[in-house]
């Protein structure tokens, strides 16, 4: 059974960035990478990846995606993905909140956009040097 999605802007760290930057990717274009995939282009163990993806499902962010098939039509197994649109987004505004928010030198306003729309939502983000509205 799928989770409910818990819409949060979950913290990441270096291990979580890793994951859920592939996983954003993946989303984007419409591939499922298996546990083989994810070892290789994120460079953390079987046992790191299947407690955070066991996190991420808990908040309903990843599902577990069951009989893919290659182009060729064979058989690829399982892989994973994310469940939906909203956690896409939330997601990215997740990834831009760990790339952005600790720049050093108070520079913040190089990197991130005044306005960060996530699905029906926007985000108006107060950069150093903005009096209070």
Not at 115 to 130: A, F, P, Q
């Amino acid at each position: 059974m799928a989770e409910k999605l818990i819409k949060v802007v979950p913290g990441l760290n270096e291990e979580t960035y890793q994951l859920v930057e592939r996983l954003w990717w993946s989303y984007k274009y419409e591939t499922c990478p298996n546990y083989g995939h994810l070892e290789a282009e994120t460079d953390l163990s079987r046992d790191v990846l299947n407690k955070h993806l066991d996190t991420f499902k808990k908040l309903g962010f990843v599902k577990t995606v069951r009989g893919l098939m290659t182009e060729d039509g064979e058989v690829a197994g399982s892989g994973f993905s994310l469940t939906s649109q909203d956690a896409f987004h939330l997601i990215e505004l997740a990834m831009y909140r760990y790339n952005y928010n600790d720049q050093p030198y108070g520079r913040t306003d190089d990197y991130v956009p005044r306005v960060l729309k996530v699905g029906e939502y926007e985000y108006r983000l107060k950069l150093n040097g903005d009096s209070p509205s």
